[in-house]
């Protein structure tokens, strides 16, 4: 099944963003109030009444954003508070969660070290390998099958329909991190995945200022039996609120409205990124300093028919290759003028980093670590040509 983007920027643009009805500003404007007078003890005026709790532009923005996901979508102030609090109403102390062994670190991170310290039980799989995932599923019956895909920083593509059937046939629940497709590309939930998690840090806010994250549940999704939950209905989408307000994990309502008109522009962002990356990917491929070029829209690439039948418009801004040698990586990443060197992607910018000790230092070491021959792109929309020169100067 693939993406229909009949209406996705029309709905990015106009979805959540009705003009204002006392002054007609045609931009919402941004409430920055912390409280709400109330008309009488208890009696809200427009359904406000405390900044933690609720906040007119955050809500708008969660409206765009569900519409564009397909599901229920709640803001979080960074990627990794969305994916702690998803994890929180997913399962209790006690509880397996299985996740792909090359999830981003932070998650990796809040994974091994802060939920397994409190009590969960965790294991990786190579989501690309379904018998493995149905022998994981069946020897420690998680509540959580967790992926990311395309993956980081390899690119790997997995298939978001097996991997839901899989889980659910286990009693698992799916959840799909899309910060790399974005919205526009993939949307995993049409494809039977339960949950969605962006570090709209990435893609979404596209320009380097902002942190952010949200998830984005099916909006029927129940907690799963056993699990007590905080809410009456046990809906997913209300267990998430809940546990917003009550811990206070929220956006600024200048980061929402930083994030509202990102995904205004995404679609185009995003096609000029996609289209750029190809264009250096098929560079580097035929380059001769150049050992292997790692990115969905390659033929070559071993994810592209998948890429092709669950994704659609383009196979995104973010690709890796790797040179000689170590030192020839970190060379080129030290020598690029118009590539930034620094972590992140998905902003207008284009960065390159050196994945062994920047964004995976933390698999150093382990069985999966990352190639230290490596090098990872996240192209931006300055024109090709000069990202062309730009890394042609630095391979030397
Ligand atoms: C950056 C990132 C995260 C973490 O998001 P933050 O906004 O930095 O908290 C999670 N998943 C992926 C794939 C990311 O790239």
Known sequence: MSVDHSGFSTQAIHVGNEPDRITGDIIPPVHIASTFVMDGVGILRAGYDYGRGTNPTRDAYQVTLGALEGGEAVAFPAGLS??????????????HLTFSSDVYGGTYRLFTRIHAAEGRKWSEVDAGDLD???????????RVLWVETPSNPLLDVY?????????????????????????????????????VIHSTTKYIGGHSDLVGGAAIVASNLVVPEGIEPWTDNGLVSEELVLLQTATGAIPS??????????????????????RSALEIADFLEVDPRVKTVNYPG????RGHQ???????????????FTVATPEDAIRVCEST?????????GAVESLIEYPATMTHGTKEGSATAVDPSLVRLSVGLEDVEDLIADLDRALG
């Open 253 to 274: 309502p200048e980061d929402s409205y930083k994030a509202t008109r990102g995904l205004k522009t995404l679609a185009v962002r995003v096609d000029r990124q996609s």
């Open 337 to 345: 003028q118009t590539f930034s060197l620094a972590v992140s992607l």
């Open 298 to 301: 390659l033929p070559s690439h």
């Open 82 to 95: 969305a994916e702690d609090t998803l994890l929180r109403v997913l399962s209790r102390p006690g509880d």
């Open 132 to 142: 493995a995932v149905e022998q994981d599923l069946a020897a420690n019956r998680p």
């Open 306 to 320: 998948l890429a092709l039948s669950q994704m659609s418009g383009g196979f995104g801004g973010v690709l890796s």
């Open 159 to 195: 298939d978001i329909a097996a991997l839901a059937q899989l889980a659910h046939a286990y009693g698992a629940l799916l959840v799909v991190d899309n910060t790399f497709a974005s919205p526009y590309l993939q949307r995993p939930l049409a494809l039977g995945a339960d949950a």
